[in-house]
């Protein structure tokens, strides 16, 4: 199989760096020596490993990725960017015909998927890239749907520990508050406790000082109405490394797609998992 050429966009932030690290290093896929970026990123470039990438910027993105079509042929987006970046970076995509896979969270999740249902490309959307999450996440889905009410009258609280850099709530919170709702549970995204104080995270949470800088912990408790029963659950991801390998399966799968003929589809990791392409 000829090695997936794959963009990473979001450089120099961390999330995406490591990942495009990770692609440079695994012959299965061809880093591009580029990435979309910020308005107001300075550098012109940015080292990954013994390589440059040249930074993108808002202004000279439609030109530039004309000529990298025109000379690198097809290929797959990587989004790692903002959460205020989506919307536009998928319409983006879309209106350049370029298929993609969206680790960012945030931004209007209804509009991103309907830009990718009228156009052209597929797409897999997920707020999480780590599989072992996303198979957490499919088992509490099925529960949810099978035992509905099953913790009617019970009280939850959810908290989850980020970087202090990560701006907006965890998009793995919000979607387990629906799986909590199916389950009789009266709760809302705003409800969920955010904690970005590296003090708060370091003292209270135990969080390694190694991990301040890059982590996502969160946990879910649930109270019986009398207080008698009490149930608890946790996944603590420690670095950002996990989240290079569901990438990796993410454009594996939709390379997939693409070679059967697949397009204006929206693929999540759940369909990822389901249709192991590694």
Request: proline share 5%; glycine share 8%.
């Amino acid at each position: 199989m000829q090695p997936i050429k794959v963009m990473v966009n979001g450089i120099p932030g961390k999330v995406a760096a490591n990942i495009a690290k990770h692609f440079l290093e695994d012959s299965r896929f061809t880093l591009l020596y580029h990435s979309l970026t910020g308005a107001e990123v300075e550098p012109a470039e940015y080292p990954i490993g013994p390589v440059s990438i040249g930074l993108i910027k808002p202004d000279v993105r439609d030109q530039k990725i004309q000529d990298i079509k025109s000379t690198e042929g097809p290929f797959i987006m990587v989004d790692f960017t903002l959460p205020s970046a989506v919307n536009d970076n998928a319409d983006f995509y879309c209106r350049h015909q370029v298929p993609f896979v969206m680790g960012t969270t945030g931004g209007d999740r209804e509009a991103l998927q309907q830009s990718v249902l009228d156009s052209p490309v597929c797409a897999v959307i997920a707020p999480n890239m780590a599989k072992q999450i996303v198979g957490f996440q499919a088992m509490m889905a099925y529960a949810s749907e099978n035992f509905p009410g099953l913790f009617s009258g019970y009280s939850l609280e959810i908290k989850e520990s980020h970087q202090s850099t990560k701006v907006d709530t965890s998009g793995t919170a919000k979607a387990m508050v629906h799986y909590f709702n199916r389950f009789g549970i009266e709760f809302s995204e705003n409800d969920i406790i955010k904690i970005r104080d590296p003090e708060t995270q370091k003292n209270e949470w135990g969080i390694p000082d190694t991990y301040l800088n890059g982590h996502a912990w969160h946990t879910y408790t649930l109270v019986s109405p009398d207080g008698t029963a009490r149930f608890q659950f946790s996944h603590n991801i420690n670095g950002r490394d996990i989240y290079s390998w569901g990438t990796f399966d993410a454009v594996l799968f939709l390379q997939q797609k693409i070679h059967s003929g697949e397009s204006g589809r929206v693929y999540t990791m759940i369909d990822v998992l389901k249709g192991d392409a590694s």
